[in-house]
């Protein structure tokens, strides 16, 4: 198996563990900030166990020695985390998962505003694409009763603190960010732990709990490692099936349907990022093979 499969099928077996994310957030009968507790706290257990089996302590000598930048993924890793949770409770699953399909537009503004990166005519055209489907999703949400502006904002704050974690991490390319996951993970649960009490609800549903923090552990790990095999166009396009497959899931198991107003603008916001993605991906591989 040549390197580019390998990293297609880690990346994409990747995605499809993360596609259930939301549909566990809906069916954990707990408060939010209890729900991100328990998702934070097991994701950072299980990537923790996942480093020290293959990496061993000194696994977490590069990671501490990344300065502010490392601290600044750490920060927003942290922080990305709890912020996905409270917008799923407030928002539909729909107007979540197409807003933060357009993280690689914040991290392009953000490596453009810190890392002096230039911005292309073909990544201006699909910003603005992008923003006229976030503000159809945004209309969208006042007339529906399962979407809210409030869990729309909390989403972009989402998609915003991701952005600031990949271009901290664009700044330590040559350092492997994934034993700063758990790190992450247990700080924000223990931060969260400050105001909530986890346990009630984890003795009723741990299997719920365990199941949810397993599948985004899984999937963090393989979305880690595929990128290493593949373009981040590639990577990019793969990441967009999330957007599409969540939102079905949770239309399937629990029939949460999304609007056509979503809809609309989830469709602009995933066409833009297609289209803009597999041109760059057509012009690598001309660039290859001519």
Not at 177 to 197: E, K, N, R, T
Not at 282 to 288: D, G
């Amino acid at each position: 198996m040549n390197n580019q499969l390998k990293g297609l099928l880690i990346t994409t077996l990747g995605v499809l563990f993360v596609v259930p994310d939301s549909l566990f957030i809906r069916l954990l009968d707990a408060e939010p900030l209890v729900t991100a507790y328990w998702r934070s706290m097991t994701v950072g257990v299980f990537v923790l166990i996942w480093v020290l089996v293959t990496q061993g302590i000194k696994g977490f000598g590069p990671v501490m020695r990344t300065g502010r930048a490392g601290l600044l993924y750490v920060v927003a890793l942290g922080a990305m985390a709890p912020a996905f949770v409270m917008a799923i409770a407030n928002t539909s699953v729909a107007n979540v998962v197409f807003i933060l399909a357009a993280i690689p537009v914040f991290s392009l503004l953000f490596s453009r505003l810190f890392l002096g990166e230039p911005i292309s005519k073909r990544m201006v055209m699909t910003m603005a694409a992008v923003g006229a489907g976030l503000a159809i999703i945004a209309y969208g949400s006042g007339s529906s009763e399962i979407a809210s502006w409030k869990g729309d904002l909390w989403a972009l704050y989402a998609a915003g603190m991701f952005a600031v974690a990949l271009t901290a991490a664009r700044k330590m390319r040559e350092v492997s960010m994934v034993p700063a996951i758990p790190v992450a993970s247990i700080c924000a649960a223990l931060l969260i732990g400050l105001f909530v009490d986890p346990f009630p609800a984890f003795k009723t549903q741990y299997i719920l709990f365990l199941g949810h923090g397993a599948f985004i552990a899984i999937a963090s790990c393989l979305m880690m490692l595929g990128p290493r095999y593949i373009t981040s166009a590639e990577v990019s396009l793969l990441i967009l099936l999330e957007s599409v497959l969540a939102p079905i899931l949770v239309w399937y198991v629990i029939g949460e349907y999304p609007g056509e107003l979503t809809l609309i603008g989830g469709a602009v916001v995933i066409g833009a990022l297609l289209v803009s993605n597999f041109v760059v991906l057509m012009r690598q591989r001309k660039n290859r093979n001519g």
